[in-house]
């Protein structure tokens, strides 16, 4: 048995029929199911490697496999009155599922995971191309990522450098951390931060023994975890922590 012609050109068809495939294959159409995964595996790939902000493996990445088992579970539990873009659902649920795996594993702490920040602002322009896209259905989580990307903007750096300069040693990053959870904590060297614009070097010096070049030289990351530790973005904020908690144990 093999799936014919049709079929495939309902695949490769526009978003609004991909729900008509969808529903055959929940329907119990297996054959359709495969195919649909296989045609997807450039989509699954691109969308692991813009979460976690590095290149990966489709062939032996245990990262793979978790982005395509959430692909498979998008597919089961898909349901078009709910969501009416399946591409916008699966990608929240591979999100989901490698953000746990993050959490789990500090294997992928070379950097703060900024690039995902990146990708779900600008989600439909990199993935979809539909012009009855609609927006994320939680609508505050969006503003706040567009919000974090506009604060960022105002201190001259782009989420693009912040993921490139992330600090690569673990005990760097936890000292960063450290440095900008003391200033987020601050009101004073906070609101300094935000209105001015630099990072109150004097007045952190009181809380803690740095070299300024360690804190010059990373900039860029200690402003984005400040910001990131005094606003709503959950995820990130909860990456941190674990990040911090990990870092206790060793």
């Known amino acids: 048995m093999f799936v014919n012609h049709a079929d495939k050109r309902v695949i490769r068809a526009d978003i609004n029929s991909t729900a008509r495939v969808i529903r055959k294959i929940q329907d119990g159409d297996l054959e359709l199911k495969e195919e649909f995964i296989k045609d997807n595996v450039p989509y699954i790939v691109r969308t692991i490697s813009n979460v976690l902000g590095t290149v990966v493996d489709d062939k032996n990445s245990e990262e793979f496999s978790i982005g395509l088992l959430a692909f498979n579970e998008a597919i089961d539990r898909y349901d078009p009155v709910k969501n009416?873009?399946?591409?916008?659902?699966?990608f929240m649920v591979i999100k989901s599922r490698l953000i746990d795996y993050v959490r789990r594993n500090s294997k992928h702490n070379k950097v703060l995971p900024f690039s995902y920040v990146e990708d779900s602002i600008h989600f439909e322009d990199k993935f979809l191309s539909c012009d009855s896209f609609r927006q994320f259905e939680n609508i505050e989580v969006r503003q706040e990522l567009e919000s974090f990307e506009e604060n960022l903007k105002q201190f001259g750096i782009s989420l693009k450098e912040l993921a490139s300069s992330s600090p690569k040693r673990r005990?760097?990053?936890?000292?960063?951390?450290?440095?900008?959870?003391?200033?987020?904590?601050?009101?004073?060297?906070?609101?300094?931060?935000?209105?001015?614009?630099?990072?109150?070097?004097?007045e952190l010096l009181k809380y803690i023994k740095v070299n300024n070049k360690t804190i010059q030289r990373n900039r860029k990351f200690i402003i984005a975890v400040s910001l990131i530790l005094r606003s709503n973005l959950y995820d990130l904020k909860e990456y941190i922590l674990g990040f911090e908690k990990e870092g206790k144990y060793e």
């Open 84 to 90: 009416d873009n399946f591409f916008q659902y699966s």
């Open 171 to 202: 005990d760097s990053r936890l000292l960063l951390i450290k440095i900008a959870r003391i200033i987020a904590s601050n009101n004073e060297m906070y609101e300094k931060l935000v209105v001015k614009k630099y990072i109150p070097l004097k």
